[in-house]
C-alpha cells in the first residue's frame, strides 16, 4: 500500500503542475483603453506640441508708467472694444503736474498779451514821434526862411534889430524843437525793439509751456491703460492697490519675473495653435500643411487647423507654461494654425497635441 501511494502522488503532482502549466499559458484579452490614444490621418505624420492662443497671439498689457493700481474697469473674460480702459494707474502726481502746466500756459498767455499791448503802444509812440518830426520840420522850414530873409532885409535896413534877433531865435528854437523829435523818435524806436524782443520772449516761452501742457496731458494719458484691439480679458495678474511695474518680461529679467498685469486677446471669434516642431522634423514641415489638433488626454476631441504661417527663426523649446525661462536643449520650429472654436470648450492656454501632415517625397 505504501509502494502504491509513493507512485500515485508524485504522479498526481505531475499531472497537477501540467494542469497549471496549460492554464497559465492560455493568452488573457487586454482590457481597452477609455480613451485611444493619439492617431493621426496622415501617412507621413509630423507630431508636435501646441498651446492655444489668441488670434494674432496673446498680448501682455503692462503699465507705460510704473505706479499703483487706483481702478480696474474689466473683469476676467470680458470682452472690450479697441480703446476701452482697463486699468489706471494713481493719477494724482500728474494731475498736479498737469494742473501747473495749465496754468504756467494760462499766466504766459497773460504775459503774451502784455508784452502785444506793449508793442502795439509803442508803436502808437513812435507814429506821433514821426508826427512830431513833420510838424517841428516844417516849422523850422518856414522860421529858417524868415531868418535868411530877415538877414538881408536887416543889411539894407528894413528890419530893425529886434525883429532880425527875434526871428534869429525862433529859427534855432524851432531846429531844436525838430532835433529833439529825431531823438525822440530814435529812442522809441530803441523802446519798440525792446517791447518786440519781450514779445518774442513771452511768446518762445508760451510755446515751450504749451508744449509741456501737452506732454503732462499725454503722460496722464498714459495712466489710462486701454485696449489696443478688440479682445478679451484672459487673465488678470494685478488688482487695485498693488504695485505695477513698466519694465517688460525679456530673458535678461530675473528668474519668475512679475507677470504683466492683464493677458489680452481674441478670442470670441477664432483661436489660434502654436505648434513646436522638434528641428529634426523641421524640414519636412511644408508651407499650408494641412494639420489636426487633439486635447490633450482626449484624442476622441479633435478640430481642424488652418495655416497662417511659420515663424522662420528657430527658438529653444520651451516648457508650456508661459514661463520664458523653462528651456530645454532643443530647438524648435513655431508654426501657427487658425481654427474656429469647435463644438466643445477650447481655451487660451490650453495645450494640444498637433499632427501635421509631412512632405510626402520624405
Keep these: 500500500m505504501m509502494k502504491k501511494m509513493s507512485i500515485a502522488l508524485p504522479t498526481a503532482g505531475v499531472i497537477l503542475l501540467g494542469i497549471l502549466l496549460v492554464v497559465n499559458a492560455r493568452k488573457l484579452p487586454h482590457s481597452q483603453p477609455l480613451i485611444p490614444p493619439p492617431s493621426s490621418p496622415y501617412d507621413n505624420t509630423i507630431a508636435a506640441s501646441g498651446i492655444v492662443e489668441a488670434t494674432g497671439q496673446n498680448q501682455s498689457i503692462s503699465a507705460t508708467v510704473p505706479g499703483v493700481m487706483t481702478k480696474l474697469y474689466v473683469r476676467q473674460g470680458e470682452v472690450v472694444k ?169 530673458p535678461t529679467t530675473p528668474a519668475n519675473p512679475a507677470p504683466a498685469a492683464l493677458l489680452f486677446g481674441a478670442t470670441y471669434s477664432s483661436l489660434q495653435v502654436r505648434a513646436d516642431v522638434d528641428e529634426i522634423n523641421a524640414s519636412n514641415v511644408l508651407p499650408g500643411a494641412p494639420a489636426i489638433a487633439e486635447l490633450k488626454g482626449d484624442s476622441t476631441r479633435t478640430f481642424p487647423l488652418q495655416f497662417v504661417r511659420i515663424d522662420p527663426y528657430m527658438i529653444p523649446k520651451q516648457n508650456l507654461t508661459g514661463n520664458n525661462s523653462e528651456l530645454v536643449d532643443v530647438r524648435v520650429l513655431e508654426v501657427i494654425y487658425r481654427f474656429d472654436p469647435p463644438r466643445f470648450p477650447v481655451y487660451a492656454g490650453q495645450q494640444v497635441d498637433v499632427f501635421i501632415q509631412g512632405d510626402k517625397k520624405k
Design 82 to 250: 479697441k480703446g476701452a480702459p482697463l486699468f489706471q494707474i494713481d493719477p494724482r502726481d500728474q494731475e498736479a503736474a498737469f494742473r501747473n502746466a495749465v496754468a504756467s500756459v494760462r499766466a504766459n498767455t497773460e504775459g503774451v498779451a502784455v508784452s502785444e499791448s506793449a508793442v502795439q503802444m509803442q508803436m502808437a509812440s513812435v507814429r506821433s514821434t514821426e508826427a512830431a518830426i513833420a510838424s517841428t520840420r516844417a516849422t523850422y522850414d518856414n522860421a529858417a526862411q524868415i531868418a535868411a530873409r530877415d538877414v538881408v532885409l536887416h543889411r539894407e535896413g528894413i528890419v530893425d534889430d529886434q525883429d532880425y534877433i527875434t526871428a534869429a531865435k525862433t529859427r534855432d528854437t524851432d531846429r531844436a524843437l525838430w532835433q529833439q523829435q529825431v531823438a525822440l523818435l530814435a529812442q522809441a524806436k530803441a523802446q519798440l525793439k525792446n517791447t518786440e524782443a519781450a514779445l518774442a520772449q513771452q511768446q518762445a516761452n508760451l510755446k515751450a509751456q504749451v508744449a509741456l501742457r501737452d506732454q503732462q496731458a499725454v503722460l496722464l494719458g498714459q495712466l489710462t491703460v486701454r485696449a489696443p484691439r478688440d479682445g478679451a480679458v484672459l487673465q488678470i495678474n494685478n488688482y487695485p492697490g498693488e504695485y505695477i511695474s513698466s519694465i517688460p518680461t525679456t
